[in-house]
T-cell receptor, first 116, second 119 residues
């Protein structure tokens, strides 16, 4: 059982739907990340939250909207997606700063999103 | 700019063979971390190893070993006596060493190498 939990594991949505992906970490980490993994492409960093503050938005379209209500939870709100947004969306967390974890990121199992 | 290259897109080996996954990186930083992650079919990325740039000592963990050569900017990963359970996508990654409490870990991933171990 990973310390980072993502739900749902699979999601199929129409282009006009609104849905949310959820990520929860129980590791006491202070930074959380959303990554997109498309077929045949490198992992793409989408958003970073550090101490609940968004510190990175890697030119992500506005149809993806992140939310970090506290240091343990991270959401990715989806609306009006396109078929090319179909991918595996991975959440990760890490501990940064003086007490940084030696293990780098801890990843969740991902949400496999299909946009039809 | 930072970049990680994994030239091998896909590798197939027969069980019990040894296999080496190549990783070459580029960075202007003098201190950095290198990582290897494993992504099995279930999807999550599993941490395998982190190496500091100032520690070039090679490491062995069971059937896994890593060869860090700073002179050639390479961090290769060898699996000895491969098993079917080793079938996965393996990612090499690079990050700066950040000590600031307000910064985050910016990790650059390579494109991955898909390893298939055939029984």
């Amino acid at each position: 059982e990973t310390g980072v939990t993502q739900t749902p594991r699979h999601l199929v949505m129409g282009m006009t739907n609104k849905k949310s992906l959820k990520c929860e970490q129980h590791l006491g980490h202070n930074a959380m990340y959303w990554y997109k993994q498309s077929a045949k492409k490198p992992l793409e960093l989408m958003f970073v939250y550090n101490f609940k503050e968004q510190t990175e938005n890697n030119s992500v379209p506005s149809r993806f909207s992140p939310e970090c209500p506290n240091s343990s939870h991270l959401f990715l709100h989806l609306h009006t997606l396109q078929p090319e947004d179909s991918a595996l969306y991975l959440c990760a967390s890490s501990q940064v700063g003086a007490r940084a974890s030696p293990y780098g990121y801890t990843f969740g199992s991902g949400t496999r999103l299909t946009v039809v | 700019a930072q970049k990680v290259t994994q030239a091998q897109t896909e590798i197939s080996v027969v069980e019990k063979e040894d296999v080496t996954l190549d990783c070459v990186y580029e960075t202007r930083d003098t201190t950095y971390y290198l990582f290897w992650y494993k992504q099995p079919p279930s999807g999550e990325l599993v941490f395998l190893i982190r190496r500091n740039s100032f520690d070039e000592q090679n490491e062995i963990s069971g059937r896994y070993s890593w060869n860090f050569q700073k002179s050639t900017s390479s961090f290769n990963f060898t699996i000895t006596a491969s098993q079917v359970v080793d079938s996965a996508v393996y990612f090499c990654a690079l990050s700066e060493i950040r000590r600031s409490k307000t910064s985050y870990d910016k990790v650059i991933f390579g494109p991955g190498t898909s390893l298939s171990v055939i029984p």
